[in-house]
């Protein structure tokens, strides 16, 4: 089980059972979609999003610059994408809004968004990622 078994199940969403954990006052929520998929969200709709119920995320555009940008297909052995512009009203809601160095911040705001992923066959484990910038 993928799922750690100190932290109770709180509820579901879209029908997932879903575990709760808050980190100074931001709900980080995951829950096991399958035997093989687990989602971990700050979000209130990103399982209903991932189970195709709501928007989904593939349908953005940051979304779909990036992956194409590393040939994301329809398999992969696993990938990782970040809203980076994201990040900024995440770690000062986690931290305070001073926590950040102004500079960091405008960096930050810059960026779109962040993926990597990586498909495995015979020859070994291929590893791409992307990173896109706001205009």
Same mark, same amino acid.
């Given at each position: 089980?993928?799922?750690?078994?100190?932290l109770p199940i709180?509820?579901?969403?879209?029908?997932?059972?879903v575990?709760? !954990?808050?980190?100074?006052?931001?709900?980080?929520? @995951?829950?096991k $979609? #399958? /035997?093989?998929?687990?989602?971990? %969200?700050?979000?209130?709709?990103?399982?209903?999003?991932f189970?195709?119920?709501?928007?989904?995320?593939?349908d953005?555009?940051p979304?779909?610059?990036?992956?194409?940008?590393?040939? !994301?297909?329809?398999e992969?052995t696993?990938?990782? @994408?970040?809203? $980076? #512009? /994201?990040?900024v009203p995440?770690? %000062?809601?986690?931290?305070?809004?001073?926590?950040?160095?102004?500079?960091?911040?405008?960096?930050?705001?810059?960026?779109?968004?962040?993926i990597l992923?990586?498909n495995?066959?015979?020859s070994g484990?291929?590893?791409?990622?992307?990173?896109?910038?706001?205009?």
């Amino acid at each position: 089980d993928i799922l750690p078994e100190f932290l109770p199940i709180v509820g579901t969403m879209d029908d997932v059972a879903v575990s709760r !954990l808050e980190l100074q006052g931001v709900p980080l929520s @995951y829950g096991k $979609l #399958d /035997g093989e998929t687990l989602i971990v %969200t700050i979000g209130s709709d990103a399982i209903a999003s991932f189970n195709g119920s709501s928007e989904r995320l593939v349908d953005s555009d940051p979304f779909k610059r990036a992956a194409t940008e590393v040939a !994301l297909g329809d398999e992969t052995t696993g990938f990782l @994408y970040v809203d $980076l #512009d /994201g990040l900024v009203p995440l770690i %000062t809601g986690l931290a305070g809004p001073e926590a950040m160095p102004a500079e960091a911040r405008e960096t930050l705001q810059k960026l779109d968004a962040f993926i990597l992923q990586s498909n495995a066959d015979d020859s070994g484990t291929h590893v791409a990622g992307f990173v896109a910038v706001n205009r």
